[in-house]
């Protein structure tokens, strides 16, 4: 039901979208090419993405968007223009790229409403200061900061709304909270930075060296693409190869196989559900592939004499992790997972992080799955028996929601 809600919301958006692209263009009609070529333009931008320090894509298009209004003579045409492109693009990512229709509409739709947003202040701050147009060879230097300012404020609303508008379009999404939406919105802000400020490059330079002015900005701006691609890139190999190393135990044949990895992608789905910081969600998603790694000292016949707890072993695998200076939190989760939510005369431990009792949550209930052979449901239970000290009964109730969402429980 909310995707077919989400689905006809999209199509009004955008068959008004087309309509008043229609209309601007019309009323636009005494020199054409302004909006025929800038709509062209902002369309093929806006089919292109850029990786963000995050691990989102942002759409190229918000470069063009910061570059229109500068450009062009007059709000009239921008708005044209914005709407041309914005509805022109659409009907393209619906021919070109089959992908899921629901969250095509959730991403674009929330980009349409930030670039609006963008064009839509831009104007209003210059209107604001009095700036009749935007042609630099005719204006004088003061008004080019104004210019600048209108940049900074469109920026400012477009990162907002964008954020905004992401998190509540993506409420089809059960297994996603509003805040962790939002916060990973927040994060895409230095991508979104480098655009935007190209596209202030493109616009300024116009008047001068008219067209060309792109092949001039798209020099810097190349090289802070490769910049971006190149941080995800390593963000990725980054990952694997924890991923990697976190099945030694298993290899060895001291862990299950297999439990480290479905620890650590099931821990990090629960942080999305329950609304942490993106940067929170990824040391817990390292923190559940790592979780084990302690068990690689139980290959030492001394320790083995002298006997050992699972305490023990989360202690030993945090002392391991501790020394890899960039995985202190991940250190302290895997240390912490082994302690109880609160003790007696408490109702909860505020030492013990969410973070840690994901950890201690799912590592459990996949043991009880794979080890024990209980079913989803039953582990689920056995879990909720266990939430009078070990086991915080509200990280048990989001492991529930996810499964329920995962379709592994009703």
């Known amino acids: ?193 480098v655009l935007i400020l190209s596209g202030t490059m493109v616009g300024v330079a116009y008047s001068v060296l008219g067209w060309t002015a792109i092949l001039v900005a798209a020099v810097p701006y190349s090289f802070t693409h490769q910049a971006l691609a190149r941080y995800n890139g390593t963000k990725v190999t980054y990952g694997q190869t924890i991923q990697a190393l976190s099945q030694i135990p298993e290899v060895a044949g001291l862990a299950p196989m297999g439990h480290s990895v479905r620890t650590g992608r099931l821990a990090a789905d629960m942080g999305r559900e329950m609304g942490l910081h993106p940067d929170e969600v990824e040391d817990l998603e390292y923190a559940g592939y790592m979780h084990d790694i302690g068990r690689i000292t139980l290959n030492e016949p001394a320790i083995l004499r002298a006997g050992f707890t699972d305490t023990d072993i989360a202690r030993w695998g945090s002392q391991i992790i501790a020394e890899a200076p960039h995985l202190g939190e991940v250190s302290k989760i895997v240390g912490d997972q082994c302690l109880p939510y609160r003790t007696p005369g408490q109702e909860k431990d505020p030492e013990v992080s969410t973070t840690s009792k994901i950890i201690k949550v799912v590592s459990a209930y996949d043991q009880a799955v794979h080890e024990m052979g209980l079913r989803p449901i039953d582990a689920v239970e056995q879990l909720h028996r266990g939430s009078a000290y070990e086991f915080d009964p509200d990280v048990t109730s989001s492991l529930r929601r996810v499964l329920e969402f995962r379709g592994e429980i009703s």
């Open 1 to 193: 039901m909310a995707r077919a809600r989400l689905y006809r919301l999209a199509m009004v958006v955008f068959v008004v979208l087309g309509i008043a692209a229609v209309a601007l263009a019309f009323l636009a009609r005494g020199n054409p090419t302004p909006v025929v070529v800038g709509s062209l333009l902002m369309t093929g931008a806006l089919m292109l993405t850029v990786p963000a320090m995050s691990g989102n894509r942002v759409y190229l298009g918000i470069s063009a968007a910061a570059a229109v209004p500068i450009a062009v003579a007059d709000a009239l045409t921008a708005a044209a223009i914005y709407a041309v492109s914005l509805t022109l693009a659409w009907l393209l990512y619906l021919i070109f790229r089959p992908i899921d229709l629901t969250e095509l509409n959730s991403e674009y739709l929330a980009e349409v409403i930030a670039i609006s947003g963008f064009g839509g202040t831009y104007h209003l701050v210059a209107t604001a200061f009095g700036v009749p147009g935007f042609d630099f060879s005719a204006v004088a230097p003061r008004e080019g900061y104004v210019v600048i300012v209108c940049v900074i404020f469109g920026g400012l609303v477009y990162h907002g709304l964008r954020a905004v508008s992401r998190s509540l379009i993506g409420l089809e999404r059960a297994d996603l909270s509003v805040r962790y939406l939002w916060l990973a919105g927040l994060e895409d802000w230095s991508a979104i930075t």
